[in-house]
């Protein structure tokens, strides 16, 4: 089951934060967040396991509650070249190392 | 070091014909997946393998076969080709460790008349 990612779309100007949620029905054991630009394959952004972590990779972090079953990737100070689309991969507890991928959430950022 | 390689990137196919997607990695990964990824559908899960002559379905596997001879290959095979099957296709890889990657090739986009 795919896990429900929102918003569906965000525009947004350079320099303002965004924050995207990805949220599961099943106990969840870790979390991946990637970044696809059209036409390409989609690129890894960073991965969580539950214990309820945290992690950053720039001006993009993210969070992992593991008791929700919900993640949130949030991007501070957006550049032009976080336009995109974002998936959040899930794998359940007691599941394959196989990450089931949400339905997206495009990203825009204006000049 | 290549990564993983798809073939072909494009292809036509017209209604019943078969025809199979290469998948190829070079980094020595146990797990590998294939995906489609159609408008607003995000990427769904085809198969999946978690090592040579292990495959399993994922979410929408009808109308598509795959096999896992080598470590290296995960081919997919389309046996008669429906236009909802029109889709872009990913192959994924990735080690068993929990922490690591999952790498996708380039993609094959796939239109079926």
């Known amino acids: 089951q795919q896990p429900v990612q929102s918003p569906q779309a965000v525009i947004l100007r350079e320099g303002e934060d965004a924050v995207i949620n990805c949220s599961s029905s099943k106990a969840l054991y870790s979390v991946h967040w990637y970044r696809q630009k059209h036409g390409e394959a989609p690129v890894f952004l960073m991965i969580?396991?539950?214990?309820?972590e945290q992690k950053g990779h720039d001006k993009i972090s993210a969070s992992f509650n593991e008791k929700k079953q919900q993640s949130s990737l949030y991007l501070t100070a957006s550049q032009l070249s976080y336009s995109g689309t974002y998936f959040c991969g899930t794998e359940r507890t007691g599941g394959s190392y196989i990450p089931t991928f949400g339905r997206g959430t495009s990203l825009i950022v204006h000049p | 070091n290549a990564g993983v390689t798809q073939t072909p990137k494009f292809q036509v196919l017209k209604t019943g014909q078969s025809m199979t997607l290469q998948c190829a990695q070079d980094m020595n990964h146990e797990y590998m997946s294939w995906y489609r990824q159609d408008p607003g559908m995000g990427l769904r899960l085809i198969h999946y393998?978690?090592?040579?002559?292990?495959?399993d379905q994922g979410e929408v596997p009808n109308g598509y076969n795959v096999s896992r001879s080598t470590t290296e290959d995960f081919p997919l095979r389309l046996l008669s080709a429906a236009p909802s099957q029109t889709s872009v296709y990913f192959c994924?890889?990735?080690?068993?460790?929990?922490?690591?990657?999952?790498?996708f090739g380039a993609g094959t986009r796939l239109s079926v008349l």
């Open positions: 393998s978690v090592g040579a002559g292990i495959t």
């Open positions: 994924a890889s990735r080690t068993q460790g929990a922490r690591d990657i999952q790498y």
């Open positions: 969580l396991l539950k214990g309820g």
